[in-house]
């Protein structure tokens, strides 16, 4: 992406170092800007940390200071009102109940779509109406009865009845069928373009983004190796979609990580014999909310 003054970014991280506790670092020095209306594909090969940056992005770990991670220009982790306010979206492979609930409770009770949906205070009903036709929700299905596709229509439709203005997606077309996809996807281009609201999305599906999406970021191993406006991807000059491309940069990455494996450093630094204090960790220590 651009880089630019924080005022010019829905997204700004700078330096960022992050590890869950007793584990490698996942991020050593990681640095991105989104600007607002962006539509940006994050893509990586499994583990790469696609993941872990959008649960950073949405409040859920801490790093740093208040100045690391910033989203509309407050601090990720620790304004609790960019989630409250419904500035802030995030949708992932986890589907729990945030409403009215206790703890994390898995989303199969014996309850309906409409007292799920209608269970969400302070919503624009026309707004609610247009989503629950755009994801053909049956108000009247039970949601310990529904497929995973249908549930899954209903987590999406709760976490975009609010007007949101940055949208972070984690795999969360999966379940859906086509038809209901590319509707889904026609909706978000629509909010980007109309309200200026920022989306990352994190997907392996790639049919149809090559005209969706506005930017691309390419994580490897917790580094940003590749960060620019898909227009400007000089391979998809030479290719017939972006799927090809996202393939030949996995596979180099993957021959690459092979190689390492065949021929491992000369020199291997030994392990402090610090490694294993319980007190070491604690400096990249992952916090929850």
């Not at 529904?146 to 997606?169: A, E, T």
Request: glycine content about 8%.
């Amino acid at each position: 992406m651009a880089d630019g003054g924080e005022e010019n970014n829905s997204i700004r991280v700078c330096g960022m170092q992050f590890s869950y506790e007793g584990q490698p670092p996942i991020f050593a020095d990681f640095n991105l800007n989104i600007q607002p209306g962006s539509r940006c594909l994050l893509v990586g090969a499994n583990g790469s940390g696609k993941t872990t940056l959008l649960k950073i992005l949405a409040g859920k770990h801490m790093v740093g200071g208040r100045d690391v991670v910033r989203v509309l220009n407050r601090s990720a982790f620790h304004d609790t009102q960019l989630v409250c306010d419904g500035d802030l979206s995030y949708l992932g492979g986890t589907w729990s109940k945030t409403i009215g609930s206790a703890g994390e409770v898995p989303l199969q009770g014996d309850f309906s779509a409409e007292h799920m949906i209608f269970g969400v205070e302070g919503i624009d009903p026309l707004r609610r109406d247009k989503l629950i036709d755009l994801l053909d929700i049956d108000l009247r299905w039970r949601m310990h009865k529904v497929s995973d596709g249908q549930r899954r229509r209903v987590q999406i439709c709760m976490g975009l009845l609010h007007p949101f203005k940055v949208l972070l997606l984690d795999e969360i077309t999966v379940d859906l069928d086509v038809v209901a996809r590319m509707d889904l996807l026609d909706y978000f281009k629509e909010e980007c373009e109309q309200r200026g609201t920022t989306i990352v999305y994190a997907t392996h599906i790639f049919d149809g983004l090559e005209t969706w999406a506005s930017h691309l970021a390419y994580i490897q191993d917790g580094e940003l190796r590749r960060s620019e406006k898909l227009s400007e991807v000089h391979e998809l000059k030479n290719s017939s979609n972006l799927l090809s491309v996202v393939e030949s940069w996995l596979r180099t990455e993957t021959k690459c990580e092979k190689k390492k494996h065949v021929n491992p450093p000369a020199q291997v630094q030994k392990t402090s014999t610090l490694g294993t204090s319980p007190f070491m960790s604690s400096r990249h220590m992952a916090y929850y909310r």
